[in-house]
C-alpha cells in the first residue's frame, strides 16, 4: 500500500479527508435540502468537530454512535470520528425503545450525536447524548479549523475498524458489523467499470449515508471528487426530477424502490437526465427491460451486503433477472442444508469467501463471537441468502433463507409470491410470510398494500387462484395502508410475523376474520 506525504495509508478514511484540501475551492462536496459544502469547507468542518470532539474526551479506539439522518452534518460527524481516531457506530435514526436500546448497548459507545429528533428518542430511553441543537456542537459544526494535526497522529490500516454498520433487521434484532478502512475505496472498482471521471460526477444518495450501500458509495463519490445529494427521506414521486435538477450522473436502488418509481404516472420528462447507470440490488425481472427503456437508464444489477465479501454483477453481460457472475476477489458456491454443493438450476445457500485468505474472518460482527463463528463456519461466509445458477454460472436471487416457506412438503420461495402478485395492477406492495398451519409446516400469509381503494381481501384472494398455483395461494390476507419496511426499502418479516393474528386479518377458507374479538 502506498502511503500520503506524511504517512497516511491509501485507502483509509483519514488518507480520504487529507485529499480535500486539494480539491478546487469551489469544487461542492455535499448538498442537502438546506446546506451547501465546498470541499474545503467539508475539509474545515471535519477539523472543528474533529477538535470538539476530542476536548469531549473522546479519544483513539474509542466508539461514537452517530444518529443522525442523513445530512451534511451526518457526513460530518462521521468524517471527524474518522479524523480523530474513533470508531463510528452508526445507528438508524428510525429505532425506537427497545431495538433502539440494543443497539447502544452493544455499541456501547464512549459518547452519542444525535439529531433533535433522535435525541429525543434517546433521552426517552435514559440515554444521554449531544443534540445537533446544543449550543456547543451546533457551534463546532459551523466552526472551521484545519484537520491536519489529528490526520498526522493517525497510523491505521485497511484492515483497521472504521465503522460499526448494524444488520437492516428484516428478521431479528440488528447485528453489528465491523466495516474497515477499506470501506472507504471498495466501490472504486465499480466506478472504473462505470467510466466515472475525477471531479466530472454527481452522485443521487437516496438512502441514508449510515446504511451501507450509501455508504459505500458517498465514500467513492468523495474519492472522485463528486458532488454528493444527500436526501433524508426516498421519495417515488421527486425521484428523477431531483435527479434531473441536480444534473446526476449516478444513483441507486435497494429493496422495493424500483416497483415503487416504475408504479408513478409516467411523465413526459421521464428519460431526460444525466445518469450514466442505475446500480442497485432487487431489480424485479417482469419490469426489468420496461424500466430501462421507459427511463432511459443502464440497470447495473449488484449483489452484496455489509457482512459478506466481494460482488456479484450484472453489467448488462448477464440475462434480465440474473444479478451475474461474482467478481474476480471471491469464490462462490451454493450448497443446500448439509453443506453440500447443489445442481445447476437448484437453489442453495450461497457461500463466499476471498481468494487472497487470511486467518482472521472474513466478517466480523462486533462483541458477538459466536455469530463471528457461525457466520464463517468452515472458512466460508455463509451469507443466508438462497440463490440458483445457470448453466453459464449466472446467479439468481432466490430468497432469505429464513423467509422460505414449507408448506405441502413444498419449499416456497415468498419472494416469488411477492413479484408474482405486485405484478398486478390492483396491488402496489406486496408480502409473503410463513405462518403456523393447524396440521404443521407453514401456511401463508399475504399482506398488501392495495393500488386502489375498491381492493378487498376477497380480490386479493381472487387474484392469487389466477396468478399462482394452488400450493402458493394465501390462506390469510390483510390489507394494509403501508408496509413496515427498513432504511433499505426492505420488508421487515419480523414485524409481520411476530404479530400476525391482527383483527385485519381474513381467512379466505372461512371467509372471516378469525383475530377479532367477538362483539358484546
Known sequence: MTTTSFGLQSDTYPELIATFADRPVDAVAVRDESTTLTYRELYDRIGALAA?????GVAPGDTVAIMIASSAELLIAQLATQAIGAVGALVNTSLVGQ????VIELADPTTILADPDSASQLRKESLQCHSLQDPDMAAALRASRDPIPFLRQRSCGVKDPAFINFTSGTTGFPKGVVLEQRTSSRAMVIGALLGLQDSAESFYIPTPVYHAMGLALASMGLRLGATLILRRHFSASNFWSDIRDN????????GTMPRMIFNQPPKPLDAHHHLKAFIGGGMPADIWEEFATRFNVKIVESYSASDTVGTINNFG???????GQPSPDIEARLVDSDGIEVAVGVPGELLVRPRQRTAEPAVVYYRDDQATREKNEGGWVHTGDLMRADAAGNYYYVDRLRHMIRRRGVNIASREIEDILAAHQSIAECAAIAV??????????VVVRPAVDALSE????????????????????ELVAELPLTITQRVKQFELKQEWQTAATWDVEMRTYPFREPRA
Open 52 to 56: 470538539w470532539l476530542a476536548d469531549s
Open 99 to 102: 431495538a433502539l436500546r440494543h
Open 247 to 254: 444534473r446526476c450522473t449516478l444513483t441507486y436502488y435497494v
Open 317 to 323: 453481460n448477464a440475462p434480465v433477472g440474473s444479478i
Open 436 to 445: 403456523p398451519a393447524p396440521l404443521g409446516e407453514d401456511d401463508i400469509k
Open 458 to 477: 376477497n380480490d386479493v384472494a381472487e387474484i392469487a387462484a389466477a396468478l399462482l398455483p394452488k400450493h402458493m395461494c394465501p390462506r390469510y390476507v
